[in-house]
C-alpha cells in the first residue's frame, strides 16, 4: 500500500532544505564536531507530484544530485537503527529523501525493498535497496569513501575494534534493554536491566580508556558513534519506561556528557526524537504487546 499522508504535510510537495551557496570541500573535524554556526538553509519546494508520502531532503553538504546518485531512506521517527543511518548520510554530507514509514501498514516500497526481512531502515541507492542497518553503514563508507569524511579508521586494527563495539551494542545494550522492556516475568526485567546496566558500565570505561576524548571515535564522531546515536533518546527514557536510571551523571558522566554532546551536533540534532513523544509511544506499543499476549 502507499506510504501515508501525515495530517500536516502539503498536498505532495518535495520539502527540502538545501545550502543556498555552494559548499566548502568537507574537512573530518569541520564536519563532525559540535558545530558553531549551521549554513544558510533554503526552503525548495518542487515537483513532480510524489507518492502519499513525507518525503524530506535533509540539509547536507554535498548534493547527490551532482554525484548523479538518488538516496532514499526509509525510516521512522524513533527507530533507533534508522537514526543511525541517517546520522552517517548527515556527517558525510550526503543529501537524500526521506521517507516516514508506518509499520503497523508497511508501504508496498518496503515490503519490496525489503521482501525477506521486511523491516526498517532501508537504503534505496539510484532504486537499489540495501538493508539492515550495520550493512548500510559499510555500504555508505564503501561506496561514498571519497565524500566527506569517513567514519571507520584507517588502521585496520582500529576498523576492527570499532566494528567489535558496534557489534557489542547490539549483542549486549540493545537485545537486553528490549529484554528490560518487553520482558513478561519480573526475572526477566530484571536480567535484562542488569546485562543493559553492565554494557552501559563498559561504555563507559571505552569513552575512559586513555586520553579522554569527545567522541567514542576520538576527537571527531566515528562509527560506534553512530551506532550508538539511535539509543541516546532510548536510554534517557528508560527511567520513565522501566525505573531504570541507565545515564546517572554521577556513575557514567563520560557517557553522560557524549549523549549531550552528540544531540547537538549540526548531523544529529533534527534526527534525535523527543523523550517524551518516545516514552508516550512505548508505553502506548507495551500495552498493546501485553494485552495480545494475555489473550493468546
Ligand atoms: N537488525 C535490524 C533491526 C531493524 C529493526 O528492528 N527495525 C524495526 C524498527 S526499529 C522494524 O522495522 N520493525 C518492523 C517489524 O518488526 O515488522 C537493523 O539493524 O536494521
Not at 525477506?116 to 532504486?127: C, D, Q, R, S, Y
Not at 542497518?133 to 585496520?156: N, R
Not at 566494528?163 to 522492556?181: C, G, H, N, Q, V
Request: hydrophobic share 45%; aromatic share 8%; proline share 8%.
Amino acid at each position: 500500500m502507499a506510504l501515508p499522508v501525515l495530517a500536516s504535510a502539503p498536498l505532495n510537495p518535495v520539502i527540502g532544505f538545501r545550502k543556498s551557496a555552494p559548499s566548502a570541500p568537507v574537512t573530518r573535524s569541520a564536519h563532525l564536531r559540535s558545530l558553531p554556526t549551521p549554513a544558510p538553509l533554503q526552503l525548495v519546494v518542487g515537483s513532480p507530484p510524489l507518492p502519499p508520502a513525507l518525503r524530506l531532503v535533509t540539509a547536507a553538504g554535498t548534493s547527490t544530485a551532482q554525484l548523479g546518485d538518488e538516496l532514499k531512506v526509509l525510516g521512522t521517527w524513533r527507530s533507533p537503527f534508522a537514526l543511525r543511518v541517517r546520522a552517517a548520510l548527515n556527517f558525510k554530507g550526503l543529501q537524500y529523501e526521506y521517507f516516514e514509514e508506518n509499520l503497523e501498514n508497511k508501504s508496498d516500497l518496503l515490503l519490496e525493498s525489503n521482501p525477506f526481512i521486511k523491516k526498517l531502515p532501508v537504503l534505496i541507492h539510484n532504486g537499489v535497496p540495501i538493508c539492515e542497518s550495520l550493512v548500510i553503514l559499510e555500504y555508505i563508507e564503501e561506496k561514498f569513501s571519497d565524500v566527506g569524511p569517513s567514519l571507520l579508521p584507517a588502521d585496520p586494527y582500529e576498523r576492527a575494534m570499532a566494528r567489535l563495539w558496534a557489534t557489542y551494542s547490539e549483542d549486549k545494550l540493545i537485545a537486553p534493554w528490549l529484554k528490560m522492556f518487553r520482558g513478561i516475568t519480573d526475572k526477566e526485567r530484571a536480567e535484562g536491566a542488569r546485562e543493559t546496566l553492565e554494557a552501559v558500565n563498559a561504555l563507559e570505561g571505552l569513552l575512559s580508556r586513555g586520553q579522554p576524548k569527545p567522541f567514542f571515535g576520538g576527537d571527531d564522531v566515528g562509527y560506534v558513534d553512530v551506532v550508538l546515536a539511535g539509543m541516546i533518546a532510548w536510554m534517557q527514557g528508560t527511567k520513565a519506561l522501566c525505573d531504570v536510571e541507565l545515564l546517572d551523571a554521577a556513575k557514567t558522566p563520560l557517557l553522560v556528557e557524549w549523549t549531550e554532546r552528540f544531540a547537538r551536533l549540526d548531523g544529529a540534532r533534527a534526527l534525535m526524537p523527543d523523550v517524551g513523544r518516545l516514552v508516550e509511544f512505548a508505553k502506548m506499543k507495551r500495552a498493546k504487546m501485553m494485552a495480545a499476549t494475555q489473550t493468546n
